[in-house]
């Protein structure tokens, strides 16, 4: 089994930067690709960007240029940066692991049943 944490939600500001963490543990962290998901009021649950076993990256259009997703698989950390916030990034984030070898790599960032393991998530709140 494989455990996820997230932290680093908050309040914060239009155009302002929030950093969120996934720490993971139970499994090595590169048998899997991460994805990060968000979730609205009202809205599905959808992927924002997702980072492969191997680092490569893939973004919805949406957030292109102002989030950033990283690992550490020593540290067993997977990073969000988020930059430029808009009040539209409104949503619990969560943070999910995938195990299949072409998760992140052939396709987008996927869907929820591409994935096998899921944080509680974390509140982030732009708003002025």
């Known amino acids: 089994q494989l455990q996820l944490v997230e932290s680093g939600g908050g309040l914060v500001q239009p155009g302002g930067s929030l950093r969120l963490s996934c720490a993971a543990s139970g499994l090595p962290l590169d048998w899997y690709a991460f994805a990060w998901f968000r979730q609205a009021p009202g809205k599905e649950r959808e992927g924002v960007l997702c980072?492969?076993?191997?680092?490569?990256?893939k973004y919805v259009d949406s957030v292109k240029g102002r989030f950033t997703i990283s690992r550490d698989n020593d540290k067993k950390v997977i990073s969000l940066q988020m930059n430029s916030l808009k009040p539209e990034d409104t949503a619990v984030y969560y943070c999910?692991?995938?195990?299949?070898?072409?998760?992140?790599?052939?396709?987008?960032?996927?869907?929820?049943?591409?994935?096998?393991?899921w944080g509680r998530g974390t509140q982030v709140t732009v708003s002025s």
């Open positions: 980072i492969s076993r191997n680092g490569g990256t």
């Open positions: 999910a692991a995938g195990a299949s070898p072409s998760l992140c790599v052939l396709n987008d960032v996927g869907n929820v049943y591409d994935y096998d393991y």
